[in-house]
């Protein structure tokens, strides 16, 4: 606050009671006759002429109306001793007046001296503010040179792990679309491995019931060595291929291994940018209310920073939504997972104990073989016995029969190629035998071999078919990007 310009009310209180003073003083020094004109200001002082006041005008008044009742009498001594005796009566309130416009001046001094005061406190009180201003500039000045830039930088940092983010998201969601295929043609091939396990129980039924009824003399006979070769070089092949298919099925479960790490890793980091963010989110508040309570930014800044914030809202939203998403698709495809293996291994189970029912049942044919052999060679044995008995016995009966028909009797070529005959006939029975016999398993382990090699194809089948389209897929993508 300035000081006002110019003499203060004090000082004009003061310059009219001096004025008062004087009057009055003038007043008393003159004669009574005078009083009826007004008097001139004293000359030879240093002070200029002053208007007089309204006071002056009603004492004039009053004067005029006591010198104009005086008049009216005889004595004139009389009534001029009575005209002064009235006039220090009538001038006794104008003291009174002036020490009271005395004590009026030492108050309005006194006040003054207050305001000045006050004065003087609010213009410390105005330099301190204007301190605190120049501070405060100099402080959002700082703040605009240096924290926001850094806050700038980490919204664009933040911009760019979030676009990371989302093509981490995409892959993972693509690498999920790919599980969930591999998982339903899994299932399919699980299904299409019940069917066939069906029709392999269908088909061991037919061919117990074909061992149980064909004879001997309905089974082909033939070479079976190159067959069986064959088989074994085919069964050889196929071991190899299996063996290829369940690495390519170990490192196909390794990758999906190693991009369920990937996806709980960037789950992580997702979790870490969102505290990042959080953390970021809520400095940013705390020095926008601070700059707020000081001083606030301009109004550009202010919306950009907002709408800033409102996307980082935005996103982080976005990303607890794919985040549920992605937790309510991996419980899905963990459940599935689940029940495909409880499926795998009731139906391993299933197929174990059709393989034992099998080998229950080639053991009892191998030892209804190993009986049938035995029976052949007390067979053989009983004939050779018997041959060797006919031969003994030939002899007395040919004598005995010479001796009951008389001269009539065969020639001994005859009886000795008969007996030979019979010799040989007995010789190529055991033979064939043993060779039905040879047949017959070769035949069953052909079987054997056909059922695991129908048993291979319907497992790796699907699964080279997958390859080859896989395969076809890529060489068209080639011909497309070379194209």
Known sequence: MARPSGPGPALQVRDRVWASFVFRWKYRSVSSPLLSSPPSPPHGHGHSPRIPGPAYEIRQKRAAERLHKASSGSDLESS????????????TPAERDSHALLARVKELESRNAELEK???????????????KDSLTKRLNDLEQNSLPTLRKALKDLSIEKDAAIVAKEDALSQLRTTKKRLKEAEEEQYRAEEDAAALRAELNMMQQQVT?????????????????????????????????????QQDQHKLAEEQLRLSSLMDEKQQL???????????AEESSDNAARKAFSMQDKEKLEKQLHDMAVMVERLEGSRQKLLMEIDSQSSEIERLFEENSSLSTSCQDAMAVAIQWENQVKECLKQNEELRGLLDQLRSEQGNLLQAETPNIQSHVQAENGSMSDPPELVTENLLLKDQLVKEQSRSEGLAAEVMKLSAELRRAIQSHNN????????????????MKMKQETYTTLS
Request: glycine residues 2%; charged residues 35%.
């Open 456 to 471: 291979l194809a319907r497992l790796y089948r699907p699964v080279l078919k997958d390859i080859e389209n896989s395969l």
């Open 213 to 249: 009824v064909n004879s001997y003399s309905n089974i082909p006979l033939g070479n079976p060595n190159e067959h069986t070769l064959s088989l074994e070089k085919e069964i050889m092949d196929l071991q190899i291929k299996l063996e290829q298919e369940s690495l390519l099925r």
């Open 274 to 284: 969102e505290d990042r963010l959080a953390a970021l989110a809520k400095k940013a």
């Open 80 to 91: 001029n001793h009575s005209g002064n005796h009235k006039l220090e009566s009538e001038f």
């Open 118 to 132: 006050e004065n003087q406190k609010l213009v410390s009180k105005l330099e301190e503010k204007e301190l605190e």
